[in-house]
């Protein structure tokens, strides 16, 4: 199955500031997809990256405050933009491979003061 | 909408028990995840399964289709298994499907 590396691990940032979040995948995929975990809370997808193309986005987010970027079939960032506490919350990248189910990369905890 | 809980939410053992995470799923599920996340935030996939019983190490799922149920097993636990578990369900047709996730089960194993 395909290694995903995710940087950073973790951030604590000031608020209005914005953080790009790196993930390197080790294979070819298709499509990439980010996720928010607040706390306490279950994953929820924020978009779908398709090389090429425009992320797709779920109800509730924007480009303009999650702009994704997806350069080649093994790299995409998500930028959180002009953030706020509540944007405070771990962020994963994810790919699926057919036959392999889902990899996830190893996260980033950030957090917004 | 597709939907997936689990139970229990919270879950304290004591070494060597047996333990049992269980997830139920609505209908448009064809395809069942189990994932493990430890503390500093990184999943990594446990099990994927459509039917049966998959088996690695100490861990077991099973997946009953008609009762849209699956379960996840630990035997002889240890204080490493402690992490949350959580069960996501998907469709099985094609690798680009999206994932509805469960709340997750916070597994703690004492020594």
């Known amino acids: 199955s395909a290694v995903i590396s995710q940087k950073p691990s973790r951030d604590i940032c000031q608020r209005g500031t914005s953080l790009t979040i790196q993930c390197q995948v080790d294979?070819?995929?298709?499509?990439m997809f980010w996720y928010r975990q607040q706390p306490g809370q279950s994953l929820t997808l924020i978009a779908t990256a398709n090389q090429g193309s425009e992320a797709t986005y779920e109800s509730g987010f924007v480009i303009d405050k999650f702009p994704i970027s997806r350069p080649n079939l093994t790299f995409s960032t998500l930028t959180v933009s002009n953030m706020s506490p509540e944007d405070s919350s771990i962020y994963l990248c994810?790919?699926?491979?057919?036959?392999?189910?889902?990899?996830f990369g190893s996260g980033t905890r950030l957090t917004v003061v | 909408k597709n939907e997936v809980e689990q139970s229990p939410q919270n879950l304290t053992a004591q070494e060597g028990e047996f333990i049992t995470i269980n997830c139920s799923y609505s209908?448009?599920?064809?395809?069942l995840h189990w994932l493990q996340q430890h503390p500093g935030g990184g999943i990594v996939s446990l099990f994927m399964?459509?039917?049966g019983k998959k088996k690695h190490g100490r861990l077991i799922a099973t997946i009953n289709i008609q009762e849209k149920h699956s379960s996840l097993h630990i035997t002889a636990s240890h204080p490493r298994d402690s992490a949350v578990y959580i069960c996501?369900?998907?469709?099985?047709?094609?690798?680009?499907?999206?994932?509805?996730f469960g709340k997750g089960t916070l597994l703690t194993v004492n020594p």
């Open positions: 996501a369900g998907g469709n099985s047709g094609g690798s680009n499907y999206k994932l509805t």
């Open positions: 994810s790919v699926s491979v057919t036959g392999y189910g889902y990899t």
């Open positions: 399964l459509s039917s």
């Open positions: 209908v448009g599920i064809s395809a």
């Open positions: 294979s070819q995929v298709t499509m």
